[in-house]
């Protein structure tokens, strides 16, 4: 098995292209309909996009809705099959995406990190003791004011740093590969218009896992539900009697579902309700859920479950105080991989030539590559490094980043 050697300028490469997007903002939003859905996200892709054509890659392509598709071609004379390597370049909109200040750790003791030195924010290795994996290490974190965007930028950047390694390492052999960057995967919208057909890839891995060595092919089945409250308003001196206060009868309608059924009381297989946005006032209030479940059955129950509480308070409150809409995210892959888990096996494979131990576990989420799989694309999730995503405790570690790299160049060598 040939070695990849990665030395220090391939390293820095590697972190200083993260170190770009995640300075560029592109937090993507829900309530948009258009695609991509916030216009931020046309900085980074309109970057990326110029940053694929400088490097030579061949059939540098964005369409319309910010979708970008670049090819590393074969350099090899068999028919070997098309593999692909995909990433989203949105951030999570659950916090502040804007204004992303990484601070970088050199040779990480183990200890606690003071992030901010004005608001004393700190990264404490006693409530995150996942940290302890990574003494010795270097470490990109926050500055406590914002997410870091290792989800997936973290991805992004392995790709792009894999593909620029190939290109440059024409002793490597493999075949020809393909790699894609979406919008919008941080709200269950990242592959609706992919085009499968054009990438032209036999199978593909999405790098937007977390830890090192994870592998994984199940993930949940997920659906977004909004519930709109119906308030009434009069003057609060006359209210007696007439006035519908929708912010009240919207902490009224989260308290009807199940409490020991959201994300911070759940693990393994188990499903939730997850609220993630709250808006109000007395005339009208919005409550933004999203609903997940791993097991086909258990998820369409709990849809029926949320539909049915807004049947219990209108009943209670009225005809269409409440008004719900449930839109459908992405579906469970784990049965788009049956008779071809080899593609599974590839990377497992690619993992320990790397002397990665390989961590193959269902996802507590869900990456485009769910719907790619449904989409005749099987996709598997691998790891891009990260941790603590969507919040200002985000970390990824650089040489967690670089395994990341060698797996996919390890994927892409030819198996002949």
Known sequence: MQTIEFNHEWKMRLLNRFLTYVKIYS?????????????????????????????????VSMDENGYIMAYVPSNISENEPTVGFIAHYDTSPDFNGKDVNPQIWEDYNGGDLLLNQETGFTLSSEKFPSLKKYVGKTLITTDGTSLLGADDKAGVAEIVTAAEYLLAHPDIKHGRIAIGFTPDEEIGRGAHKFNVAKFGAEYAYTMDGSEVGELEYENFNAAGAVVKINGLSVHPGYAFGQMKNAGLLASEFAQMLPANETPATTKGFEGFYHLTDFKGDVSEAKLQYIIRDHDAEKFENRKKIITEKVAEFNAKHGENTAEIEIKEQYRNMKQQFEGKMHIVEIAEQAMKDANIEPKIKAIRGGTDGAQLSYMGLPCPNIFAGGENFHGPYEYVALESMEKAVKVMVNIAKAKK
Not at 29 to 47: F, H, L, M, R, V
Not at 49 to 58: K, M, N, P, R
């Open 27 to 59: 937090t993507s939003d829900a309530e948009s309909e258009t695609t991509p859905s916030s216009p931020q996200q046309w900085d980074i892709a309109k970057y990326i996009f110029q940053e694929l054509q400088d490097l030579g890659l061949s059939d």
